[in-house]
Every structure is written in structure tokens, then in C-alpha cells.
């Protein structure tokens, strides 16, 4: 089975523009959730899809969105970016919602100037 | 609040000698509580996991130990090696509100040959 897979790998973006990230889950897996991580904060929760459907979301501003496709697919987007948003975008895809073992992906590297 | 307190932020051992990771948790309803280790550039990868139903859970050269009552669970690796080296994250399973997986911030793990 193919792992989760994220694509772009690493991109560079300036300030006030948008981004989109996306997240092929592992084939069967329906839970997808997307994470934060910097070097001071850890992992940090954005948000988890399932069947279509947002069931989680963390402590981020509405300038953080995502939404996720029939066939379990997931896009992030981040509006109006600031510098404080470069990190590394972790995508990861479970089984089931809120449950069991996390399949991380590669990641996606913003670079924010 | 639903933050994990995870502690030392970074740990250097002999190879050969144990370390040990210690994770304090705050939703007391919580009943999952898994390890992922990290190499540098990579993902972060499930190692060990305890469901709140057992004291104690071993792998081979790891162990976790929960204590439900304290609400802390430790990580030890015994016998270390080169390999070993990384960042290792506990997290524990948010059941009151929002269900999703808390991060620590991390420790990071050198093993000196």
C-alpha cells in the first residue's frame, strides 16, 4: 500500500498571499487530520475529516481551512499568510475518525517571507 | 486544559544506558495514549501505544507505563542505540469535547556512541 502522500513538499510564499496543501491518504483510510508542527510547539491540531465532513478543530484562526473529497482526499488552505505560519503541515490518515494509529505523511515545508 | 506536559525537552544518553520520556496529561477521561517517534526529516511514526486498560505495555527494548491516577505515562527505551536518536512525542486521546490526539512538545533523544 502507498503511504500518505503530501504534495507541494516545500513551497515559498510571502506575506498576505494564499496557500493550498494537499493529502492523498492511505487507500481505505477516511480520517484525515492535519497538523502544525514548529520547533516550539510541538504537533499542533488543525483540524480532522471525515466522510466529507469536518468532525475536529483546533485553536487556529478562520484563516485556516480545509475540506476533504469523496474519495477521502484533503486540501488545506491558509489565507492571508503571515510569518508566523511557516512550519512544517503534517497530513495524517487513520482507519477510523478519532481512533487508532495515525499515518503521518512527509509534510509540506511553508516558507513564509 | 488539555495540554500534555512532556518532559525533558531534549535527553542525551550513553548507548547502552536507558532513557526515559514523562508525559502528564489533563482530561482524566482519556483512555488512549500512544508514543511516535521522529527522525530528523522524517515522519513521525507510531513506536508503542496503551489503552487505559493496562499498567504497563512492552516492545521488545521499549515500554510505556500509565498511571491513571497521577494521569502520567512514561516512555523507557532500555539497551540504546545509534539508531534510537530522534524526537519522540507522547500524546494522549481528548475525550471531553472535541475527540483528537494532544501532542507533547517533544523530546528530543541523542545517543552518544
Known amino acids: 500500500k502507498a503511504g500518505v502522500t503530501q504534495t507541494p513538499r516545500y513551497l515559498i510564499k510571502t506575506r498576505g498571499q494564499q496557500v493550498t496543501l494537499s493529502c492523498s491518504p492511505i487507500s481505505g483510510h477516511r480520517s484525515v487530520s492535519w497538523y502544525q508542527q514548529t520547533p516550539g510547539q510541538g504537533l499542533q491540531f488543525l483540524f480532522e475529516?471525515?466522510?466529507?465532513?469536518?468532525?475536529n478543530k483546533g485553536n487556529f484562526p478562520g484563516r485556516f481551512s480545509g475540506r476533504q473529497f469523496s474519495n477521502s482526499r484533503s486540501e488545506m488552505n491558509v489565507s492571508t499568510l503571515e510569518l508566523g505560519d511557516s512550519a512544517l503541515y503534517l497530513c495524517?490518515?487513520?482507519?477510523?475518525?478519532?481512533?487508532?494509529?495515525?499515518?503521518f505523511g512527509e509534510g509540506s515545508r511553508l516558507t513564509v517571507l | 486544559g488539555e495540554n500534555v506536559e512532556q518532559h525533558p525537552s531534549t535527553l542525551s544518553v550513553q548507548e547502552g544506558d536507558s532513557a526515559v520520556i514523562k508525559c502528564t496529561y489533563s482530561?482524566?477521561?482519556?483512555?488512549?495514549f500512544p508514543w511516535y517517534k521522529q527522525e530528523l526529516g522524517k515522519r513521525p511514526q507510531l513506536i508503542i501505544d496503551i489503552r487505559s486498560n493496562v499498567g504497563e505495555k512492552k516492545d521488545q527494548r521499549i515500554a510505556v507505563t500509565l498511571n491513571k491516577t497521577a494521569k502520567h505515562f512514561s516512555l523507557h527505551i532500555t539497551e540504546t542505540q545509534p539508531e534510537d536518536s530522534a524526537v519522540y512525542f507522547c500524546?494522549?486521546?481528548?475525550?471531553?469535547?472535541?475527540?483528537?490526539?494532544?501532542f507533547g512538545q517533544g523530546t528530543r533523544l541523542t545517543i552518544n556512541p
Open positions: 482530561d482524566s477521561a482519556s483512555n488512549y
Open positions: 500524546a494522549y486521546k481528548r475525550v471531553q469535547g472535541a475527540q483528537k490526539l494532544v
Open positions: 475529516y471525515f466522510s466529507e465532513t469536518q468532525r
Open positions: 495524517a490518515s487513520s482507519l477510523a475518525q478519532s481512533t487508532g494509529e495515525l499515518f
